[in-house]
């Protein structure tokens, strides 16, 4: 080397690192312990802190899965609650159609009803009129036919019956008459 240092300088010089290095060996390990027992506060609230927050974010991590739980959970009662409406819409529509066919039937019934009660009513009345004109050919035929034997001569009669006779003669026609 450059420099010829005496051998006991050397020694000196590493024998003053080694104590030095002892000495603060020792001195760590005792201000250590000194620590150990008096904590500084702000630590044990550091601590807590870092407590609190695991606590939080796992009650956080609950909640989440509770709140898409539930959101899901929202998503099936509304898509339910529009399937029950249109199933509603679609009855309503039904029943209006239902309502309107019916008061149409109804409708077709009492004009039916009508025409069938003016039918009956005018068969009635046929039938009346049918009577009364086969009561007449009845009587007329009856007249015909007495006539037709000589039972019943109107020129042949006395002159005081004469009258008589054709008077209920007129009376027996009017009763005979159709009424309308």
């Known amino acids: 080397m450059f420099v010829d240092f005496p051998q006991e300088l050397i020694l000196m010089t590493a024998g003053a690192f080694v104590l030095g290095w002892v000495l603060s060996m020792i001195s760590s390990a005792i201000g250590s312990k000194a620590k ?6 702000r630590d044990d609230r550091i601590r807590s802190l870092e407590a609190e927050l695991r606590i939080a974010q796992s009650e956080t991590d609950k909640v989440r899965t509770s709140l898409e739980e539930a959101e899901t959970a929202r998503d099936e009662a509304v898509e ?3 399937k029950r409406d249109n199933v509603i819409s679609h009855q309503q529509t039904k029943i209006d159609d239902l309502k309107k066919d019916l008061t149409d039937s109804v409708k077709k019934t009492r004009e039916l009803r009508a025409e069938l009660q003016d039918r009956a009513t005018e068969n009635v009345k046929s039938e009346a009129k049918l009577r009364e004109v086969e009561t007449e050919l009845s009587v007329a035929q009856a007249s015909t036919d007495l006539i037709a034997t ?3 001569d109107y020129a042949v009669a006395p002159d005081g019956e004469e009258g008589a006779n054709d008077q209920e003669g007129q009376d027996r026609h009017e009763d005979v008459q159709p009424t309308a």
């Open 36 to 41: 150990a027992r008096r904590r500084d506060p």
């Open 80 to 82: 339910g609650n529009e």
């Open 150 to 152: 000589g039972v019943l």
